[in-house]
């Protein structure tokens, strides 16, 4: 899966790191990494630019995961892009009300590029060979 | 007290770590009804479970048996994460500062020195996803405890001083040949 353009969302730019690498190490090929450390600036970077696909954190300073996916709901550029979770939250609760505010997939750290693999390749319409 | 102690003592800092709530009266969904000592055995089986998960996934690396081991006065590092709701306390988690340089450059798969802020985050990070693995393990705890945000002190003269008034938990495992220190202080 190629020519991808991605947003990582998280207050800890050792996490966004991994993330990156991890996509990479999943198979998918990109060409542009946007970062934010919070919500806040997760929309800012949305307002200005189009991407294939959103990975937020939940806990994060200035503005959480899940009031950032109810906010990007009203973001032209993020209309129809799959945003996926991941977080340390674990909880039932947590993943229903990301689920139900708008995020297509939820990822709980720690996690390996194969489940990276597993739950995000479908959301881009491929096919996670499984 | 003498000048130089004196003057010890002004360099010194002190933090003071305490994790109250509001959270529900009762505490501890399934746990509540066991006696401490079931408690603590279970508690302790189950932080030693999450940090082995979390070096093992994301650091890359697993954590040695653990030992008996008392706490160092200072640890190089130490982070730390407020646990609130049905459990309520501070976990932490302290090495040296070579581990520490470890654990990042692992993390990052970096050869070169890892930049100081990217160690402390790294830290934080490996605090917050052993709470965030530790509650998602105890039955019931995942939706009834939130965690706060990490954060991470530094230095060579510095003093911890939890308002928990429970009891504490601690395992200390080795992380390449080094012990590291991670510590649950619970609220009655």
Not at chain 1, 26 to 48: D, F, I, Q
Not at chain 2, 12 to 39: D, F, N, W, Y
């Amino acid at each position: 899966m190629s020519g991808l353009r991605v947003l990582i969302v998280d207050d800890s730019s050792v996490m966004r790191k991994i993330v990156d690498r991890s996509l990479r190490q999943a198979g998918l090929e990109l060409t542009e990494v946007l970062e934010a450390s919070n919500g806040v600036e997760a929309l800012a970077r949305m307002r200005e630019s189009r991407v294939d696909l959103i990975l937020s954190d939940i806990n994060m300073p200035s503005m959480d995961g899940l009031e950032l996916v109810r906010q990007l709901q009203a973001i032209d550029n993020a209309k129809g892009v799959p945003i996926v979770m991941i977080t340390t939250e674990a909880g039932e609760s947590h993943v229903v009300q990301a689920l139900s505010s708008g995020a297509r997939g939820y990822i709980r750290k720690p996690f390996s590029p194969d489940q990276i693999k597993e739950r995000i390749i479908p959301l881009l319409g491929g096919s996670n060979g499984a | 007290m003498e000048p130089d102690r004196r003057r010890e003592a002004s360099r010194q800092v002190h933090l003071i770590l305490s994790a109250k709530s509001s959270g529900r009266p009762g505490m501890t969904s399934r746990l509540a009804g066991l006696p401490p000592e079931e408690i603590r055995q279970k508690l302790t089986a189950v932080i030693e479970s999450a940090a082995r998960e979390i070096f093992e996934v994301m650091v890359g690396t697993p954590l040695g048996p653990a030992e008996e081991a008392t706490l160092p006065r200072v640890a190089d590092y130490t982070s730390m994460i407020g646990l609130a709701g049905d459990l309520c306390g501070v976990m932490s988690f302290r090495c040296s500062s070579n581990t520490a340089s470890q654990i990042a450059a692992l993390m990052l798969s970096s050869e070169d020195r890892v930049p100081e802020d990217c160690i402390r985050d790294a830290l934080g990070e490996i605090c917050n996803m052993i709470a965030g693995s530790f509650k998602a393990q105890v039955m019931g705890l995942a939706d009834q405890c939130m965690l706060s945000v990490p954060m991470v002190v530094s230095g060579k003269d510095y003093q911890l001083y939890p308002l928990a008034d429970g009891v504490r938990i601690q395992i200390s495992p080795s992380f390449e040949g080094a012990l590291v220190w991670i510590t649950l202080d619970l609220h009655s």
